[in-house]
């Protein structure tokens, strides 16, 4: 026996290593019952692209050092340490049985190496966490003592793992040839044992019993503490990755509602929407418990960046809260279940639910994926349809949509008056449909709001000068309704979805251009769940076909040219690309950005029936959206979306700017910078 063995138990570090597990196991298991009681739903189609996601972003943390590499960088080395450094805690216990175990061949030689440098690594890391923590202070990183806790966990585990390294090679590396070996492959540990190797054997002996007894009982200590806390992601993030959605949340979940009109049915059995968390699926229950609070979603959230009461990070912690708090009710099932308290009120406030824009910016910064979206989208269609209960502003609007089919509520029969003079063809029959390659659908906005009647018209311009067989609906053009789901009121929705689907297949639509991406949204994502399948595209995708194919000629005109990019266009269908593409053939000098741009772009705040609901917490968004691209000087902001144009020439207004600076939809762009080759033109 050697004198390290005198310091070291096997019987101690089995019954440490028994206690920890216990106790993991059991405050997991109260977490994850929850989870497992929670509304069902298949998350695990497509299983090679769900693990290929857990090895992109949850192995090699992509998603993580792509949208802030220096934070990113820092949690990857740290994650890397803490799973490469598995391997070396089951070396360590093996130890606590046999003293001059060494990890030999080219493989633990290699591990040796990596091993060293690996903790020399999470330590620079850990510390630039602690500087941003306690000095940087970014606004996202809430006072946190748990996280600061674990940082110090952390930090005390590499240093006592270098320290046993140490300590244990100056005492028996001149004893014992495998610890010898496995000390001339440690570069830190080797270095460290050369300081200490003049202390006496017993000083050695006690302290490497110590720095191992500490690393184990701190590494027992975070085990146990992991379920506890924010940090059981550590444990429920890679599960989480596999059970994702996958894509951006462009599509309302869809209700069956036909037992709202079966008069047969039983009214106490009635569930649309969700009320309480009974009603929620299991993936928002492990999402709330994997949200690892690190603010991404903060960042260019338009809610939380202008004052008002709501996060992703906020909502995941309330209901993590709620979830512990109502665990016996929620296991007990039957009537206690079902008579959990509501979820909007004390868990998710009114004016949280409410001032969502449904920009989707959240789950797209988020690193694992997590899903706020589907949550909110059935918490509003209770509050709607079962509770009655909304936003006063939002009456009108619903009412107007019953009767005038726009949220204007202006006559329906006017819809399309924006094109007299203009000679549009009018599609009637099936027949007129054949006849055209494009059905324009122009929506509300461009029908009905001015400066939405401007694009429309441009547009108008660009298709005729390109030779673009087209036609409108005019005053026959049903609305798609995509507001009013977005509120909430699914059935109003369902209604106005099935007369634009009769209306279209009945004359045999294929292809649809649409200026609104709201539109374009839904009728690309929504509407095939309703018998509506077509071709959809954007304006700014049709223009940069155009220009491509040398259908139409611009020339460089305008300068100074800021590109907001519309949600539904970029963040919720991907298309970054095309706007830039057809701006950057109209403008005189290099195209400017927003610095919250593409992906990271800020919402101009009319998302989610936003645009018809007033203000009432913080700052203006439209205006904050407009205040973050005057340091660029620009002359024109360019939008490609009429709801976007109308929320920052709004906002133009109020900073008392519009007389400087314009506010242009793509197309008025390229009809201004046009070349007219045709007579018609």
């Not at 403008?587 to 009319?606: I, N, Q, V, W, Y």
Request: net charge neutral.
């Amino acid at each position: 026996m050697t004198q390290l063995e005198d310091g070291l138990s096997p019987l101690g570090i089995t019954a440490l290593l028994l206690a920890a597990f216990a106790a993991f196991a059991w405050f997991s298991v109260r977490k994850l019952a929850i989870v497992a009681a929670l509304q069902p739903e298949v998350r695990w189609d497509h299983p090679w692209r769900r693990l290929r996601t857990v090895v992109t972003n949850g192995l090699l943390q992509q998603r993580m050092i792509r949208r802030e590499w220096k934070p990113g960088v820092m949690h990857t080395v740290i994650f890397l340490g803490f799973v490469s450094l598995l391997v070396r805690k089951l070396q360590l216990v093996v130890i606590g049985f046999d003293a001059e175990f060494a990890l030999t061949g080219s493989l633990g030689d290699a591990f040796t190496v990596w091993k060293d440098l690996v903790e020399v690594g999470v330590l620079v890391a850990v510390s630039y966490a602690f500087y941003r923590r306690l000095l940087l202070k970014p606004a996202r990183l809430e006072p946190n003592r748990e996280g600061l806790l674990v940082l110090g966990l952390i930090a005390v585990i590499m240093i006592t793992d270098l320290a046993f390294d140490a300590f244990r090679f100056a005492q028996l590396a001149d004893s014992v040839p495998a610890i010898a070996h496995e000390r001339a492959h440690a570069p830190i540990g080797g270095w460290l044992a050369a300081l200490v190797s003049g202390w006496s054997q017993s000083a050695l002996v006690t302290a490497a019993a110590v720095s191992y007894w500490t690393q184990m009982i701190t590494v027992c200590a975070f085990l146990v503490l992991l379920p506890l806390g924010e940090h059981f992601h550590i444990v429920t993030a890679l599960p989480a990755l596999y059970f994702r959605r996958g894509r951006p949340a462009n599509a309302v979940p869809t209700v069956d509602l036909s037992p709202l009109t079966d008069d047969s049915a039983d009214a106490s059995e009635l569930r649309v929407g969700a009320r309480s968390v009974a009603d929620l699926v299991w993936k928002d229950a492990l999402d709330a418990f994997t949200c690892t609070e690190c603010g991404r979603c903060k960042d260019a959230c338009p809610a939380f960046q202008t004052g008002k009461p709501l996060s992703m990070k906020g909502v995941n912690d309330s209901l993590k809260h709620h979830l512990l708090e109502q665990r016996e009710a929620i296991l007990a099932g039957g009537a206690a279940k079902a008579n959990l308290p509501a979820l909007v009120g004390d868990v998710i406030s009114e004016d949280t639910l409410w001032s969502c824009t449904t920009c989707g910016y959240c789950e797209a910064a988020c690193p694992i994926e997590l899903e706020l979206l589907p949550k909110f989208y059935r918490l509003r269609q209770h509050r709607v349809m079962m509770d009655g209960e909304f936003p006063t502003e939002l009456k009108n609007v619903f009412d107007a949509y019953e009767v005038q089919s726009n949220p204007w509520g202006l006559p329906a029969d006017t819809r399309g008056d924006w094109a007299r003079g203009l000679d549009v063809p009018l599609i009637r029959s099936a027949a007129d449909m054949a006849g055209v390659e494009w059905l324009f659908y122009v929506g509300s906005a461009e029908s009905f709001d001015q400066n939405g009647q401007r694009i429309a018209r441009a547009f108008v311009e660009i298709l005729r000068e390109a030779g673009v067989r087209f036609g409108i609906l005019g005053a026959q053009e049903p609305t798609t309704g995509e507001c009013v789901r977005r509120a909430g009121n699914e059935m109003l929705f369902q209604q106005l979805a099935g007369a634009l689907v009769e209306a279209f297949n009945g004359l045999g639509v294929v292809r649809i251009v649409t200026c609104d991406p709201h539109a374009f949204n839904s009728l690309r994502n929504e509407y095939p769940a309703f018998g509506g399948h077509w071709e959809v595209v954007h304006h700014t995708q049709l223009i940069a076909r155009l220009l491509a194919e040398k259908r139409i000629e611009v020339q460089p005109t305008h300068e100074r040219v800021l590109l907001h990019d519309p949600c539904y266009l970029g963040r919720h269908n991907g298309e970054f690309e095309a706007p830039r593409s057809v701006l950057g053939r109209v403008a005189r000098d290099t195209l400017l950005e927003f610095p919250l741009h593409r992906e990271k772009s800020m919402c101009c705040g009319a998302g989610g029936a936003r645009m018809w609901m007033e203000e009432h917490i913080g700052t203006r968004i439209n205006v904050t959206r407009v205040e973050q691209g005057l340091p660029q000087r620009p002359q024109v902001i360019a939008t490609a979306c009429p709801y976007c144009s109308v929320m920052l020439g709004d906002g133009l207004k109020a900073k008392n700017l519009n007389e400087s600076i314009v506010t242009r939809d793509v197309a008025e762009l390229v009809a201004a910078a046009m070349v007219r080759n045709r007579a018609s033109g």
